[in-house]
């Protein structure tokens, strides 16, 4: 039986597209490859990337509590081992965009892959992005922890409920993927972005960031709404898409449109705001 190589199966489609949601996350350079990767991807990937980049921020975090504890109720090495994981692994790229964005503003014809030089600005620019990654990491507490009691509806997801310490740790960087998708479906290419960026930015659409936004949604209101307080989630995903569309269309408009720096540039930005949001909605949240 053989198979057309224009409706290749299932598994390998989706295979394909999570492999593309890893290149454009992680690798720095997207060349063309092979003729598979040059054709339409999808951005489903995206999201759930994200989830798992929380769980490892939760690994790495409660990793290094374990050894070396804390200081006065302050989490100082396992706060730092989180800043150090996204400086060199789940954040390299999008500090990386940081640093374009600050360097290149309003050079919409150079490469988006090209290398940017680090200059004054972007190194302070770097610097005040781990120090408040830092800083808000830093700043979570630890409490005896709440649940949903049995007669309330969210009781049937108990199981799912991580120490309240981890909770933010888990949801930040899945708002921050979510924040990509968000520059993706916020406005049209860049004339300089990568195939792939194009790709996901004709895929996307405002229906399908709806049902995109469901999983972050749902997490957040879950983890986060307590005291019968249903709305706390909505809140923040309301304030959290509004600085987002704000922050992506002031990029877009100094590159001349989407492209890879200002999308990962975005997921960054939303990943802190949600930490920012959260400690802002504490009172709501944790008392």
């Not at 198979?3 to 996350?25: E, T, Y």
């Not at 199981?159 to 933010?168: A, E, Q, S």
Request: hydrophobic share 50%.
């Amino acid at each position: 039986m053989s198979i057309d190589a224009n409706s290749p199966p299932l598994f390998v489609r989706l295979s394909l597209d999570i492999v593309a949601a890893l290149r454009f996350q992680f690798v720095r350079r997207i060349d063309p490859g092979p003729p598979d990767f040059a054709k339409p991807r999808r951005v489903w990937p995206i999201v759930p990337l994200g989830l798992l980049i929380g769980l490892l921020w939760v690994g790495v975090f409660r990793a290094t509590w374990r050894v070396f504890g804390e200081v006065g109720d302050l989490r100082l090495l396992p706060s730092v081992a989180v800043v150090v994981l996204v400086a060199t692994f789940s954040g390299r790229l999008m500090l990386h965009a940081a640093i374009r964005l600050v360097e290149t503003t309003g050079k919409s014809d150079q490469p988006d892959t090209e290398r940017t030089h680090v200059g004054e600005k972007s190194l302070i620019l770097v610097i005040l992005v781990l120090l408040g990654l830092f800083v808000l990491v830093l700043s979570l507490q630890e409490l005896r922890g709440w649940w949903p009691s049995n007669d309330d509806w969210r009781s049937w997801f108990n199981w799912m409920y991580p120490r309240p310490i981890y909770r933010p740790l888990l949801l930040a960087p899945l708002w921050g993927q979510w924040g990509m998708l968000v520059t993706l479906c916020a406005g049209r290419a860049a004339p300089n972005a990568d195939a792939l960026t194009r790709n996901y930015s004709r895929e996307l659409s405002a229906w399908k960031l709806v049902v995109h936004s469901a999983l972050p949604l749902f997490l957040t209101s879950v983890y986060l709404s307590r005291g019968g307080r249903f709305f706390t989630g909505p809140m923040i995903a309301a304030a959290l898409l509004a600085a987002t569309i704000l922050f992506s269309t002031i990029v877009a408009n100094l590159r001349g449109g989407q492209s890879r720096t200002t999308v990962l540039a975005t997921g960054l930005f939303a990943q802190l705001l949600f930490l920012f949001l959260y400690r802002a909605f504490w009172p709501l949240i944790e008392r």
